[in-house]
């Protein structure tokens, strides 16, 4: 079982710079592969064309990925054509964008049930800001936001292949650390914070930290005797038992 959530940065957008390169060399490493086949879901983006032409050009003519992907939203597949596209890829790589409409979506076509049988088969799960809180039993989203810029951020009901809460962007984004911290006091929990660049690697139940700048970081913040606290996670790229997270 392998998964790495990333908590935000750019891959080559027009008009900004690549800041995840090294924590996507270690997706491409962690499939065993050269040349890995990459599928890229855009479900959160709307099927964004022009987000794949990004993949593209960064994980396929940059770092060497053969990469396909799946529209969900544009294309009316069939759930075994869905399985056989998922299943015969080495990389799920997941983007960003909104995370409640795509959960709805992929439990509408089966996908989160598909997804569950290629994590169980050992192919590498991956994504960024929707695309790694997805993984998690519970996520901070920022979903109703899409529709009203108004609205609250919301604690999502994820996919639970990870028994932790996530929250991404949460030093980009000014409003997540305090709603993140209201959410751990009033229904504790545990919860994983990832700033941008930074990214936890899960692997058969054993977790590190890896980060593509060094002011990034990834904290776990829980609630004890009423207080929130926030412990900031190692770096040294030490693997540690996943089970040291569940503790509060």
Known sequence: MKIVAIGGGEIGRPGTKIETESIDKEVIRLSGKT??????IPTASEDSESYYQVVQNYYGKRLGCITDVLYLI???????EIRNKVLNSNIIYVGGGNTLRMLKVWRKCGLDDILKE?????????????????????????????????NPLIKLKGLDFIPLMSCPHYDSEKIRRPSLRRMIKENGGISIALENCSAIEIVDGQYKIITSSKMANVFKVYRKNDKVMEDKLPKDGKYRPLDELLKS
């Open 118 to 150: 290629a994590h169980e088969r050992g192919i590498v799960l991956a994504g960024i800001s929707a695309g790694a809180i997805c993984w998690f039993k519970y996520a901070n989203s920022d979903s109703l936001k899409f529709s009203d810029s108004r």
């Open 74 to 80: 544009k294309n009316n597949q069939s759930r075994d």
């Open 35 to 40: 040349h890995p086949k990459l599928l890229f």
